[in-house]
């Protein structure tokens, strides 16, 4: 069977459709074997900045050339893609993509992170003066900055909210890509470091809508989104407590079971995300989740690595896949080494038939 195309009308802002009369979940995708194979390459959290780790842009660099050389139809990156909120880092950014001929809608999909929008304490000084300076930011005008610097990357996609960018949706070979948000506003009570992660109501009333449409019934619907879904109050702190109880009040996705509704609700099969700087597979209400945020730092594998959403012959399975080259670290250039012994170059995780 060939999979029907969304239909993108010509005008970008319009009114999710919340008249129609669809059935209230819907249907699986129905993708044939004999559906042509594609790859999704999903990156997070590269932190490029021109004054701080200035070694993440020669990672970065590295991780694209080696993806590129290796198949990808489509490249995703959920967030934290400059490090400073500085419209200069949003230009090194785009020269860097531009380079890599990678600023086009059908080959990028970008989603803002934390520190896209907010910055970030980068010396331990900062760790000071940042709670004073995040309430003097324009969170409007920093997301519009974010808009406009990948404004490219936007081509082709259909904006669920009216005049509001999130959610997006794309098609994206056989998947339909929803682009989400999770950056609130600053608020004393609830996102005092600008960490913490949620969806406005505008985003929740556009997926409920899209739920009640067949606008992607026939496809494969995959999120992205710059949070991670771990309850980290839940999980064992090993060292610092105190430090472990403030990292998961100030870093934690609110309103998770709904958005779990939802994305049950609209079929989801996959969440990629970043923002916890690691690489990882996990399951949650039975949709497979990846974090790519330990692809140019951080992660305790200290390699380069990226995940990939295969899918072919009918199947789709998501794998981490490690690079043989080590992190770059500041002002060292490390050679390229093997790696080390009892590490695999990937972990699969198959998935099980559509
Ligand atoms: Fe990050």
């Not at 020269?95 to 890599?100: A, N, P, T, V, Y």
């Not at 003066?129 to 990948?150: Q, T």
């Not at 710059?226 to 702190?237: I, T, V």
């Amino acid at each position: 069977m060939s999979i029907p195309d969304i239909v993108v009308p010509a005008q970008r802002n319009l009114q999710p459709q919340a008249h129609f009369q669809a059935p209230r979940r819907i249907p699986p995708a129905s993708l044939s074997s004999s559906s042509p194979p594609f790859s999704i390459v999903h990156i997070s959290d590269p932190h490029l900045s021109r004054r701080y780790y200035r070694e993440h842009l020669k990672s970065f660099k590295l991780l694209l050339r080696s993806i590129l050389e290796r198949r990808c139809d489509h490249l995703i990156i959920t967030g934290d893609i400059v490090s400073t909120a500085d419209p200069d880092d949003y230009f090194l950014a785009r020269e860097i993509l531009s380079r890599f001929g990678l600023l086009d809608g059908k080959r990028l999909t970008v989603v803002p992170g934390n520190h896209d929008i907010f910055g970030g304490p980068h010396r331990a000084v900062d760790v000071l003066s940042f709670p004073r300076h995040i309430r003097s930011v324009d969170y409007h005008r920093n997301l519009a900055l974010f808009r406009e610097a990948f404004s490219e990357t936007f081509d082709g996609a259909l904006f669920l909210s009216g005049d509001n960018s999130y959610p997006f949706l794309k098609r994206i070979g056989p998947f339909s890509l929803l682009g989400l948000n999770s950056i609130p506003p600053w608020s004393l009570w609830s996102n005092i470091l600008g960490t913490n992660g949620s969806l406005d109501e505008h985003q929740f009333d556009s997926l409920r809508a899209l739920a009640g449409s067949p606008g992607i019934a026939g496809t494969i619907p995959i999120a992205a989104i710059h949070h991670h879904f771990h309850d980290m109050l839940d999980q064992d702190s090993c060292g610092n407590s105190l430090w472990h109880s403030i990292e998961a009040r100030t870093m934690k996705l609110r309103n998770r079971r709904r958005m779990f509704r939802l994305f049950g609700a609209l079929n989801i099969r996959f969440v990629l995300h970043g923002h916890i700087h690691r690489n990882e597979v996990y399951e949650r209400s039975g949709i497979t989740i990846a974090n790519g945020a330990g692809s140019v730092c951080d992660d305790p594998t200290r390699y380069l690595k990226y995940n990939r959403l295969t899918y072919a012959g009918g199947k789709c399975e998501i794998e981490t896949e490690m690079l043989p080259i080590p992190f770059q670290t500041a002002g060292v250039t490390l050679p390229l080494k093997r790696f080390p012994a009892g590490l695999s170059q990937s972990r699969l995780s198959p998935l099980p038939a559509l």
